[in-house]
């Protein structure tokens, strides 16, 4: 097989487009969440890189090339376990020309069954819903040909919830209990503009604020040390909305240690989604204690933090 060469394909440009438009705005994306990808070939597939922000991702930096065809295959004869899947979607990253070698995103797995461009998000709109009792009953009502998804944890779990109602051609949405939202598209614009327009209705109807993007600081900032002063931290460590949460919110950085600009984004989302839960007159639907336990194995094991999206 020839070395693929990003600088005489167009799926860079693609990509990089995607990820800076879903990554350039808090609302939609916290610290390393979510992630994009862009097939350009029956078999070829290239997809955000593991510990990488969407922001950051180029033309020339931050993502992986993968055979989605083989996970497809994989897929289809069975997943099996969590550590021999994940293994088998690294196995798949195959080098570029002038690229540096890159892990892909654990959730590689989903985006490879789906249509040509895949946009997923830790949009707080739909989190609103994905994170309260009642929300899937309103998601139906704004959204009757979307997918909802009950939790799973990110990575083979996920995976194999999506691979059940996935298609690879048309648009599609997917809302993810407790997670965020994914939608595919045959293009870039068109999986842009639909997820733009999922994000918009949710916002109408419930009459949601304006989103308060966070603040660089050294700690925890002050709008989020104000809201955390009115939860409180037990509160907060014991009842766990999302693997964004688990992941960059323990001990340590409720004291202000920790990677502050993804911990300070991700605290603001979480307290926009708690305030919205309660203007609409929700109940918040946390993790239970074994799924929120997970992520101990995932933060000191091969699914470390780096390795979520």
């Known amino acids: 097989m020839t070395l693929y060469d990003p600088s005489s394909d167009k799926a860079p440009g693609l990509l990089a487009r995607a990820a800076r438009a879903a990554g350039s705005r808090q609302d939609l994306t916290q610290g390393g969440g979510g992630n994009v990808s862009v097939k350009f ?4 597939m290239l997809v955000k890189a593991s510990g990488v922000r969407l922001k950051d991702v180029s033309p020339r930096s931050g993502y992986a090339l993968v055979n989605y065809g083989n996970i497809r295959r994989r897929i289809a004869a069975g997943i099996g376990g969590e550590g021999e899947f994940s293994d088998f979607i690294r196995a798949q990253a195959l080098p570029m020309k002038g690229v540096k070698a890159a892990r892909p995103s654990v959730e590689t797995g989903f985006h490879a069954l789906l249509n040509t461009v895949v946009v997923h998000t830790h949009s707080v709109y739909a989190n609103i819903l994905n994170m309260s009792a009642e ?3 309103l998601g ?4 009757p040909g979307a997918e909802f998804i009950p939790y799973r944890a990110p990575g083979p779990q996920l995976c194999s919830a999506i691979s059940e109602r996935a298609a690879a051609r048309g648009p599609q949405v997917f809302f993810l209990a ?3 939202l994914v939608v595919s598209h045959s293009g870039v614009d068109g999986a842009l503009e639909l997820n733009e327009k999922v994000n918009e ?18 700690g925890i900032n002050e709008s989020n040390a104000a809201a955390l002063a009115r939860r409180g931290k037990t509160f907060f460590l014991e009842n766990v909305l999302s693997p964004d949460q688990a992941l960059y919110c323990g001990p340590e950085a409720l004291e202000g240690r920790g990677e502050m600009e993804a911990v300070n984004e991700v605290l ?7 305030d919205g ?3 609409a007159g929700f109940t918040p639907r946390f993790l239970t204690a074994a799924e929120a336990a997970y992520f101990d194995t995932m933060e000191s094991g091969r699914y470390g933090r780096q390795n979520q999206q």
Not at 41 to 44: A, G, K, N, R, Y
Not at 140 to 143: G, I, P
Not at 268 to 274: K, N, T, V
């Open 41 to 44: 070939d029956t078999e070829l």
């Open 135 to 137: 929300g899937r009953a």
């Open 140 to 143: 139906l009502e704004l959204f």
């Open 178 to 180: 407790n997670h965020g």
């Open 201 to 218: 209705t949710i916002r109408r109807r419930l009459n949601l604020p304006a989103y308060p993007a966070s603040r660089p600081s050294a």
């Open 268 to 274: 603001g989302a979480l307290f926009y989604i708690l």
């Open 277 to 279: 839960i309660k203007a």
